[in-house]
């Protein structure tokens, strides 16, 4: 079922992607590839076949026309199944075949190719459309399929040299975002469910090289026998998973788009299977633990060292987060030794087909005198499953992609948002008593307008951008130095909350209706939780009614805090209610979140709660909203009756975190002005920094936002890595520590302004109050506090347990 022998077995690999960063890089981008027509020659005399017969057949199934000129090239690189372009006047083709000749037994399946791309194709995974599939040896000697030409660029050479760093990143996530695609996919949905053999894939992918290796092998390597030992005696304890694999996923086995880093065709299905989908993510990370010693043919040197090149832990991360599973991968190094083990099978294949005369490839025989390096190679790593080449130095590092996102904001921010600063002002002072205030002035739409354009929007969102939370979380600094900033990227609060809810819980016309809007900016939300009538630190005593009515919901109850209800662009309320006691013996098992449209008869706006005296105009106000007797679709509901403390916990999680780590960058911004001051106000003879109480408080301050970061950051990766159930004392920690931080620091520049500090002519007096306000936000202090020391105990108590 699978081959020894792989069309490219220039080992090295990978990655592939889901989710573009062009917008970002494409005007970076220089084009060191190669063209697909550029990697052809005229065919090779031992894969010849009659054209003719092949232009009759074509043009019997209503392919080509039969009286028109078909011309046919091969591509120079592959080593298993040749691969032809297929030219007529009109239209391109590629043709892969069997090789001819003495085959092992179960290579060169060229029918799954064709089944495995046809399924594919039908769901919209990027591969290139299949046409046609032909089993009658007597058209051109060999069985062998037909499909589309994909244009595009395809890069042989993984270092991409000539390629810019940032561009280089993006294709590298790129690849890695396409590959958790693939794994994401059900194979029964695709008619696939009898593709493979399933689980104990690894086991059997252990056999079967073995055996390959064995059948090809022109003389003993002991290495060879030690490797294969090896892995049969540690398989991996999960080798029951079983997705759809690849098998072969690498760099070169894809087209890129011409211009942006975006992938529209990942080739070569050959040794595609269902099994266990860390063997593929193992086979693309492998050039990064290549040693620079070791090349197979001049373009594969090992990656270490690449700038831009994301690491094997960067791209672990995002490949687990697209997948939706933990980032942890104890028995990475199985993976790894298995995909050298594999590489080392293919190479005396390749070399045993030199010997018989019929490889595919002019350098064939270059691949003998790699097998016994690569079995050494692999072993180095079984035993030293530590040694990876890019081991970080330094605590919560970006990926590259988030590095070059992060620059670009930073840019953003100096030459587009902060300069607007003083017209953002003008335009709220100007219009502090009238309606127009709580409308979006138009120097910040142009300014989304711009963050589009560059791509700098959604950021929030991993799904949409292909970013981190702990990326995020440098990015959200960042904008946290200014009040507006968040909204130029559509990063703002509540409407990233929202839309995660949407994104994660909402059902597909729920999203077309709401979510798809949001995204694009063309409307804003509110979050309606908080009521005026009972203490909402204890959600559970929320009051708001939910009762079915046929085909409809009733909602009665009134809310406050409802953070942008302001807006005019404000559509759409998320509305916690609840319902009826689903479940007695769960007091959490009562609340349901369900989607009000706030034009709906009986939504109230009743007016604008203030921040000490401010009505925060420029986030749509925060207002209590009435809902009496509202009726919406039952289909407006989220997940379900009584599942609304699950939802929250899914929303709250990262949403608490993005208010940390824009407190974060609003501390830095308050500590900046600190500075100023101090450096150019006199007092008793001495600039105001020389009296040693202010140096104590810049000091502290910086010692106190640098703590805040680390814990910021490390809540981040939690996330990341452990989900946001298993993070929750590290999100509740930070969420106490931030405002905590944010307040202090502020105060101090307050202070330090003296009477100007709690005046409109500097941005404290506001700053104050929303770092303020988070100490209630989103739950008091108190509460985290309790949650801290609760599973801070539950943890102790295990620890201890596990030391019995």
């Known amino acids: 079922m699978l081959c020894m022998r792989r ?123 299949p046409l046609l599939h032909c089993t009658d040896a007597g058209v051109i000697g060999t069985e062998f399929y037909l499909m589309e030409h994909v244009k595009g660029r395809m890069f042989r050479d993984l270092r991409l040299p000539g390629v810019s760093a940032a561009e280089r990143a993006a294709l590298y996530v790129a690849a890695v975002e396409v590959l958790a695609s693939l794994h994401s996919i059900d194979p029964a949905t695709l008619g696939l469910e009898d593709y493979g053999k399933g689980p104990g894939y690894c086991r059997r992918q252990v056999t079967t090289w073995t055996k390959q290796y064995k059948a090809a092998a022109h003389k003993e390597i002991p290495a060879m026998d030690e490797l294969s030992d090896w892995l049969m005696s540690n398989l991996p304890s999960n080798d029951n998973e079983a997705s759809l694999v690849h098998g072969d996923f690498r760099l070169d086995n894809l087209i890129f788009h011409p211009t942006e880093a975006r992938v529209i065709a990942v080739l070569d299905w050959e040794l595609s299977t269902t099994g266990q989908p860390l063997s593929d993510l193992a086979y693309f990370l492998m050039p990064h633990y290549w040693p620079s010693s070791l090349n197979l043919l001049s373009t594969m040197g090992s990656l ?73 190679v692999g072993l180095q790593i079984a035993t030293s499953p530590s040694s990876s080449p890019h081991a970080d130095s330094m605590l919560f590092l970006q990926t590259a992609k988030g590095q070059a996102v992060l620059q670009q904001v930073k840019d953003f921010m100096r030459q587009q948002v902060l300069p607007a600063q003083e017209e953002v002002r003008a335009f709220y002072s100007k219009h502090a008593n009238s309606p127009q205030r709580w409308h979006t002035p138009q120097v910040i739409e142009d300014l989304k307008g711009k963050a589009r354009e560059a791509g700098l929007w959604n950021l929030f969102l991993p799904s949409a951008c292909g970013l981190t939370q702990l990326d995020y979380a440098h990015i959200a600094e960042e904008t946290g130095r200014c009040l507006y900033a968040p909204e130029v990227f559509n990063c703002q609060a509540p409407d990233t909350g929202n839309m995660e809810v949407l994104h994660m819980y909402g059902t597909e016309e729920q999203k077309k209706a709401w979510l798809q809007p949001l995204l694009q900016g063309e409307i804003r939300s509110c979050f309606c939780m908080t009521e005026p009538d009972v203490a909402s630190s204890d ?156 140096a104590h408080w810049i000091a502290e301050c910086r010692l106190s936002i640098e703590q805040t970061r680390l814990l910021t950051l490390s809540a981040a990766h939690a996330l990341d890595t452990l989900g946001s159930r298993a993070a929750r004392k590290q999100i509740a920690m930070i969420k106490v520590a931030a405002a905590r931080m944010a307040c202090e620091v502020t105060d101090c520049a307050i202070q330090v302004h003296g009477g100007a500090g ?47």
């Open 539 to 694: 959600a559970t005593n929320m009051a708001c009614t939910l009762q079915r009515d046929g085909d409809c919901f009733v909602i009665q109850g009134r809310k406050w805090w409802s953070s942008g209800a302001g807006n005019p662009n404000c559509k759409v309320a998320i509305v916690m209610c609840r319902s009826k006691t689903l479940d007695a013996n769960n007091r959490h098992a009562d609340h349901s979140m369900i989607l009000v449209p706030l034009s709906a008869p009986g939504v109230n706006l009743i007016r604008p709660l203030t921040v000490f005296g401010q009505d925060d105009a420029i986030h749509g106000g925060h207002f209590e909203i009435h809902f009496e007797n509202v009726r919406v679709p039952s289909s407006n509901i989220i997940l379900g009756e009584g599942r609304g403390f699950e939802i929250a916990q899914g929303r709250l999680g990262p949403g608490r975190l993005h208010h940390c780590m824009r407190a974060v960058g609003l501390a830095e911004r308050a500590l900046e002005l600190l500075c100023q001051r101090a450096a150019n106000r006199n007092t008793f003879g001495k600039k105001l920094y020389q009296h040693e109480v202010v």
């Open 7 to 129: 069309l490219q077995a220039k080992v090295h690999g990978l990655y592939s992607s889901r989710f573009s960063h062009s917008a970002l890089l494409s005007s970076q981008i220089i084009n060191p590839c190669y063209e697909m027509e550029d990697q052809t020659t005229h065919v090779r005399e031992q894969h010849k076949f009659d054209v003719g017969n092949l232009q009759q057949y074509l043009a019997l199934k209503n392919i080509v026309p039969n009286n028109g000129t078909l011309t046919v090239r091969q591509y120079s690189a592959g080593q298993s199944n040749p691969t032809f372009l297929i030219h007529t006047p009109s239209e391109s083709y590629v043709l892969r075949k069997k090789p001819p000749g003495m085959l092992l037994p179960g290579a060169h399946k060229v029918d799954r190719e064709y089944r495995v791309q046809k399924a594919l194709f039908s769901t919209g995974f990027r591969v290139p459309q």
């Open 304 to 376: 270490r060292g690449v700038e831009g090149v994301p690491t094997p832990k960067d791209l672990i991360s995002i490949y687990c987060r697209c997948r939706g599973i933990p980032a942890s991968l104890p028995q990475l190094n199985f993976y790894l030794a298995l995909s050298i083990f594999k590489v080392a099978g293919i190479a005396q294949g390749v070399y045993a087909r030199h010997l018989l005369g019929n490889a595919s490839a002019t350098n064939a025989a270059q691949f003998g005198h790699s097998v016994e390096p690569l079995a050494k």
């Open 758 to 804: 709690v005046s409109d002519d500097f941005p404290l007096a506001q700053m104050y109050a929303y770092a303020r306000t988070l100490r209630i936000a989103d739950g008091p202090d108190e509460v985290h506090l309790s949650s801290i020391a609760r599973l801070e105990l539950r943890d102790q108590l295990k620890a201890a347990q596990a030391k019995l």
